[in-house]
């Protein structure tokens, strides 16, 4: 065989090779719980998808910041405080250093911030409210600095397990027309057309005004199907994912499915929720007991789901989790025991494998990638 064509050859190989695995480095963003001499804020990682190897950056103190977003230019991230001064955080954002600095804070405009999201075009941050039962609407300046004239709007009913209502969650829609909002008190997904032009109201109930889920439900966090037409909703209380067709800011129940064993009788605890980047798998945790990751297959037709695998998390708490964007990790936080814990992903599968990897942090609560300049 020719040298010159023998070399091209093997160098083909050695590139091809999963054992080479090109490397990609993204920034990783932990969210905490803070507490003295322990965790201070947000923590910024480097991670390298050719191994899931990182490496530490840098970290801004704030309280509790155990939510956060960014924006999709990636310039700002908007934190909640969820500790007794109830701020939302405004920052500034490198997304070559992954440097953090704090520009401004304002309150929340009720108690337990719990959960937040920005619009595409960075005009508004959306912030569930888990104590005071509100949806507020915060303006964004052009600095990035948030406005002090909020919307809050006050969620009103109960259900059979709550007494008062809990928004745990706001999520914006893929043509960023609407907010729907997951109330865990009342048992219902609440929509909300947007229009930023109306500061400072910009939200305003759909004709359809909200979708009530089984009694005792207990709706947590929700994610839109890549191809915006199915929308999925995990329960803390009973347990369950439910699915959606979604359509100009209509939501419409087409199935709702177990996360736990026929056989398990204990609290499931849903928590977080997540569809794989090819749209093929949905992913959603259950913590405090169960400690586990349900893999569903995804119906690319209906949108219905099918259990396929569990995966055991090996640790407690988990808050959230979150898929690199190469799709061959996952990373799941371990508020429990104090850890980040790694997951190989079988892209063809879906299936998870724990690699033994993990990041060590005292009261972790949400992971997220964020594109590396």
Known sequence: MNLRKTIGFCAFVVLASPLFAQSTKYHLLIGTYTSPDKSEGIYVYEFDTKDASTTYKSKVAIGSPSYFAVTRDRKFVYAVSEDRNRNINALSFDSKTGDLKLLNSVPSGSAGPTYISVDAKGKYAFVGNYGGGTLTALPINEDGTLGSDIQDIKHEGKSIAKAKPYVHSAVVSPDNKYVITADLGTDKMNVYAFDPSKRPNPLTP?????????????????????????????????????????????????????????????????????????????????????????????????????????????????????????????????????????????????????TGQKIEHDKPSMVKFVKMD
Not at 228 to 248: R, S
Not at 265 to 277: F, L, Y
């Open 206 to 354: 759909t004709a359809q005004g909200f979708v009530t889920l089984a009694p005792g439900a207990g709706p947590r966090h929700s994610t839109f199907h890549p191809n915006k037409k199915f929308y999925y909703a995990v329960t803390e209380l009973d347990g369950t994912v439910n699915a959606f067709t979604y359509k100009m800011g209509r939501i419409d129940l087409i199935q709702t499915i177990k996360m736990a064993p026929d056989s398990y009788t204990g609290k499931p605890d849903g928590a977080d929720i997540h569809v794989s980047a090819d749209g093929k798998f949905l992913y959603a945790s259950t913590r405090n007991v169960l400690n586990e990751i349900t893999i569903y297959s995804i119906d690319q037709k209906t949108g219905k789901l099918t259990v396929i695998g569990r995966q055991p998390i090996g640790g407690k708490s988990s808050r959230t989790f979150d898929i690199d964007p190469s799709g061959n990790w996952m990373l799941v936080t371990s508020q429990g025991t104090n850890e980040i814990i790694f997951f190989k992903r079988d892209q063809e599968t879906g299936l998870l494998s724990p």
